[in-house]
């Protein structure tokens, strides 16, 4: 069983990560995979069958659950900002006719909006105001490529910044208030370095708008005063979950479920003396109609998928060998962030919260706190590691290969740096 279980699943592991060549959607895979070892683990596992495996899959269930309705509360505030324009509040504010400046400006811009927002939405946010600012399809990938690197770092610091940093902090294994001090400064020394050496390549260089707007169509237009009270009230609801969690004790999707209550409350009292028609533009249904199911299904899949890897045993004994082999539990985390980058990193922390039991590494230890930081911004190495880079690379057409040569190496370096930065400052956590 052991051995079907893990050829099942490297199988499927392997298909997910070549989701582009081989033209196959990886949450088609996911769901495959997820049925297969299932079923596998149903058929060979001995003993009271039935009972053990709806007890097993009962408790998978909550822990999936609990981590897709908060992603999809999340997602619906963020569309809801979206079709109303919200976010032109910030992106209005984005003007200078220096290339480094610019960069700058959206890194920092990106940085701190994913840890409010997420990685994947504040990354096709400035991707499509770059569309609209840069004219030169060469600047455009460059600038993209580091909206990666910035949005990856921003949201590794944040418990809703990134779904890997999330899935530890909705299975409990960090606080919000810890992660978000610990992990804040390697995050900055992460997307600080590459945005440095770039935005001195480009320092004499001039913004060159494009001919034509080429940026993506605007949603139905909207009042200042309406973008105003959806802007500060949708991020208002983000920022409040980590706070209610903290006061209630309660999981963090029902904060987020019990801040979209309240803001779709808003959006219909703001849309009240409209025509149907109007306010169809404005609802939390067109709202939800935007929501990336597609990533959603994924999510599902490839937890359902790697919670039999855990009540089959496979995972504690694959941590043990790592301990074992490796005997540095800095090096496996390291390890972990860099395979990231060569298969979507949810699916490697979705692993990795099984691997290592919570007896031996208890919630806000060293070895959390640093998978936050390396599954966050080890993703950002390949274009492929992580959803913010396969959003960009949709979005601008940026060829793999292209990344691997501009990119890569400076992602790369800033991971490193931000990683030894985290050791460094480690024994002042108290770790």
């Keep these: 069983m052991i051995i079907a279980l893990s050829a099942i699943f490297l199988l499927s592991y392997a298909a997910i990560a070549l989701e582009h060549p081989l033209h196959v959607n990886k949450s088609a895979t996911a769901l ?5 070892l299932w079923t596998v683990y ?17 408790h998978t269930l909550i822990e999936v659950g609990q981590i897709v309705f908060f992603l999809m509360g999340a997602m619906t505030i ?17 003007k200078t006719t220096k290339s480094s400046t610019l960069l700058f400006q959206i890194g920092v811009a990106t940085f701190f909006l994913s840890a409010v927002l997420d990685n994947l939405a504040t990354t096709i946010v400035m991707c499509s105001l770059i569309s609209k600012l840069l004219g030169k399809k060469e600047d455009r990938l460059l600038f993209a490529g580091l909206i990666v690197i910035c949005a990856n770092a921003g949201g590794a610091w944040s418990p809703i910044g990134d779904v890997t940093t999330t899935m530890l902090w909705v299975a409990d294994k960090i606080s919000a208030l810890n992660v978000i001090y610990e992990v804040f400064i390697p995050s900055i020394v992460a997307a600080v370095i590459p945005l440095y050496f770039v935005t001195n390549s480009l320092k004499g260089q001039g913004v060159e708008p494009p001919k034509t707007d080429v940026g993506v169509a605007r949603h139905a237009e909207t009042t200042e005063k309406e973008r105003n009270v959806v802007f500060y009230c949708g991020i208002g609801a983000l920022i409040g979950v980590p706070i209610f969690k903290t006061i209630t004790h309660l999981p963090p999707f029902l904060g987020v479920m019990f801040g979209l209550g309240f803001l779709w409350l808003i959006t219909d ?3 009240k003396g409209k025509k149907e028609s109007e306010k169809a533009q404005f609802s939390l249904a067109r709202a939800l109609s935007k929501i990336d199911m597609s990533s959603i299904i994924f999510f599902i899949g490839i937890l359902l998928a790697v919670a039999t890897l855990e009540h089959s045993k496979i995972l504690p004994e694959l941590a043990k060998w790592l301990d074992e082999t490796l005997g540095n ?8 962030g860099l395979m990231s980058s060569l298969v979507d990193n949810v699916p490697m922390v979705a ?3 099984k691997m290592f039991p919570m007896d031996l590494h208890p919630k806000d230890s ?24 396969l959003a960009a690379m949709g979005m601008q057409k940026i060829n793999f290969f292209w990344y691997v040569k501009k990119i890569s190496v400076l992602a790369l370096v800033g991971y490193i740096a931000g990683a030894l930065t985290y050791v460094a400052l480690s024994p002042l956590f108290g770790h």
């Excluded at 149903?42 to 009962?58: K, Y």
């Excluded at 993703?379 to 913010?388: E, K, M, P, Q, R």
């Design 32 to 36: 495959i995979g997820a049925g297969l």
């Design 42 to 58: 149903v058929l060979f596992s001995g003993g009271d069958i039935h009972t053990m495996v709806h007890d097993e899959l009962g």
């Design 78 to 94: 963020v569309e809801l900002i979206d079709i109303h324009n919200g976010f032109d509040i910030i992106t209005k504010r984005i």
């Design 269 to 271: 009292l703001l849309h």
């Design 329 to 336: 539990t800095t090096l496996v985390i390291m390890l972990i």
């Design 351 to 353: 692993a990795s919260i």
């Design 366 to 389: 060293y070895l959390w706190q640093f998978l936050a930081f390396c599954a966050g911004t080890g993703g950002s190495i390949l274009i492929i590691g992580s959803a913010a880079g």
